[in-house]
T-cell receptor
Framework: TQLLEQSPQFLSIQEGENLTVYCNSS?????LQWYRQEPGEGPVLLVTVVTGGEVKKLKRLTFQFGDARKDSSLHITAAQPGDTGLYLC????????????FGKGTTLSVSS | DAGVIQSPRHEVTEMGQEVTLRCKPISGHNSLFWYRQTMMRGLELLIY????????DSGMPEDRFSAKMPNASFSTLKIQPSEPRDSAVYFC????????????????FGEGSRLTVL
């Protein structure tokens, strides 16, 4: 059972378009992180959201944590080819609150 | 500063052989994680350690898999005997856990070890 469901699985768009990817769960997370992974490399953290309803912006990327802390979204404005990659959301689990479980990710391809 | 270092980067082996993957976490980090990534299942948590102690190994698929962390600067993931379905990219990650209740610390990943079992 996948605790974190990401959609869409694949997204192919043109440079300049806007897009939103989603991360949903039936579980409540104390915090949620978004990572970006490029081919041949490990994931790299983009942002951590902690408070229900929180919105964080990172240049053209806007992250939102759902009020119930069960879901999150990533919106990219005016996508660029450099945004191409695998976007992963991850929720904190464990009694010690130290482990992350990941969704399967959204593979984004932005063509010029 | 050096990041998480994994070796080997690539390994091709035959079914039944023993495979050992190695990881050196970032100095000063007290949590270490082993993940496996495949197209079908995504990034799966196998096991994680806090202060060199295994905390949760429920993600380890079978008894053929074992992991050790003899000290704060080294960990191994061993598969014996290996099978074709073990083919995947294995990632090691480390972080600094600041407390028991909530760790919102960043995970720093290595570049992964791509394992192919024929």
């Amino acid at each position: 059972t996948q605790l974190l469901e990401q959609s869409p699985q694949f997204l192919s768009i043109q440079e300049g378009e806007n897009l939103t990817v989603y991360c949903n769960s039936s579980s409540v997370f104390s915090s949620l992180q978004w990572y970006r992974q490029e081919p041949g490399e490990g994931p790299v953290l983009l942002v951590t959201v902690v408070t229900g309803g929180e919105v964080k912006k990172l240049k053209r990327l806007t992250f939102q944590f759902g009020d119930a802390r069960k879901d999150s979204s990533l919106h990219i404005t005016a996508a660029q080819p450099g945004d191409t990659g695998l976007y992963l959301c991850a929720g904190v689990i464990g009694q010690a609150g130290t482990a992350l479980i990941f969704g399967k990710g959204t593979t984004l391809s932005v063509s010029s | 500063d050096a990041g998480v270092i994994q070796s080997p980067r690539h390994e091709v082996t035959e079914m039944g052989q023993e495979v050992t993957l190695r990881c050196k976490p970032i100095s000063g980090h007290n949590s270490l994680f082993w993940y496996r990534q495949t197209m079908m299942r995504g990034l799966e948590l196998l096991i994680y350690f806090n202060n060199n102690v295994p905390i949760d190994d429920s993600g380890m698929p079978e008894d053929r898999f074992s992991a050790k962390m003899p000290n704060a600067s080294f960990s191994t993931l061993k598969i014996q005997p290996s099978e074709p379905r073990d083919s995947a990219v294995y990632f090691c990650a480390s972080s600094l856990a600041r407390g028991r209740r909530t760790n919102t610390g960043e995970l720093f990943f290595g570049e992964g070890s791509r394992l192919t079992v024929l």
